[in-house]
């Protein structure tokens, strides 16, 4: 094993990024991020602060002036919002519905990029991040980059099972079909970019995913 060992995983919603990156992170001693859950954070600012969703340059102000923290441990990941604990508030439908906001606000994204670039060189770039925008924007230099993708069906259904009663069947296709919508305006992660890998987990369970991630990691096959 090398001293740095950085994987990036890209994917649509539902694919099975954060399940598969915990899983990686833990199988090779490494940290893990959850892009998504400092969107996530964005996006309760956004909610609390009574900005209307065309006032792209406020949200962007606000969203910047915040402190998101999150855990990169792979057993028990975290996320703090100016000193709070919103760790289980980030997964509510309400926040869900309206995390394409900072999402698609192109001054949140370039900020959140910086900020998960310096959680990488914090981590001695040893740790799997994952999101969107992580194969080609964040991290191109990855030691290896994978894009994972299922179909829509399988994405839908894992996701349900994910949140189990929380949600109903129409919000959860919301949160999958319509979220990957409104972000690949913003972001590619339907097609690998040169030299990312694609794995496809439609047909494959957990352990299959993991498996096969690791594999493709030299020294590891």
Known sequence: MTDSLLIAIDGPSGSGKSSTSRGVAQRLGLAYLDTGSLYRAAAICFLESGLDVAQTEQIAALVTSAAITPGTDPLHPSTMLDGRDVTAEIREPRVSEKVS???????????????????????????????RDITT??????????????DPAARIARRQAELGGSVNADQVTDQVVRRDRDDATVSQFEEPAEGVELVDSTHMGLDEVIETICGMVPGHA
Request: aromatic share 4%; proline share 2%; glycine share 2%.
């Open 137 to 150: 924007v964040v991290a191109p230099d990855a030691d290896l980059r994978v894009l994972l993708v299922a």
């Open 101 to 131: 906001v900072v999402a698609t606000n192109l001054a949140v994204r370039e900020w959140l990029n910086e900020q998960f670039r310096t959680i990488i060189a914090d981590a001695d770039r040893r740790i799997v991040v994952e999101g």
